[in-house]
């Protein structure tokens, strides 16, 4: 079984940087996409940011321009976040899975991380 474990949040300034990180561990990671997704309580689980292997990079509106999403040969993934905000308060998942199609809905998605904390105070 895969296992994605996540790293890299914590309490930031408005206007920090954070970078999380998200390492696949155990059985050989296959996925056509991996992503970050992001949920506050009482809430649904909203997309952040997605790679398409070979097809290319999927952000969501309000994030354009301030993160990045990017990956290593050994599908590590990272987030980027640069210029919070306090609406980025949020847990942040990573997630994988053999996504067909555009890779913004979670429903596509059947590994997922623990989840890490990112806080950004005012």
């Known amino acids: 079984q895969v296992e994605l474990v996540e790293s890299g949040g914590g309490l930031v300034q408005a206007g920090g940087s954070l970078r999380l990180s998200c390492a696949p561990s155990?059985?050989?990671?296959?996925?056509?996409?991996m992503g970050w997704f992001r949920q506050v309580p009482g809430q649904e689980r909203e997309f952040v940011a997605a790679?398409?292997?070979?097809?290319?990079s999927y952000y969501e509106d309000s994030v354009k321009g301030r993160f990045t999403i990017s990956a290593d040969n050994a599908k590590t993934l990272y987030l980027q976040m640069n210029s919070l905000k306090p609406e980025d308060t949020a847990v942040y998942y990573c997630?994988?899975?053999?996504?067909?199609?555009?890779?913004?809905?979670?429903?596509?998605?059947?590994?997922w991380g623990q989840g890490t904390q990112v806080t950004v105070s005012s």
């Open positions: 790679i398409s292997w070979g097809v290319g």
């Open positions: 997630a994988a899975g053999w996504v067909l199609g555009s890779p913004t809905s979670r429903d596509k998605y059947g590994a």
């Open positions: 155990g059985r050989a990671l296959s996925s056509r996409a």
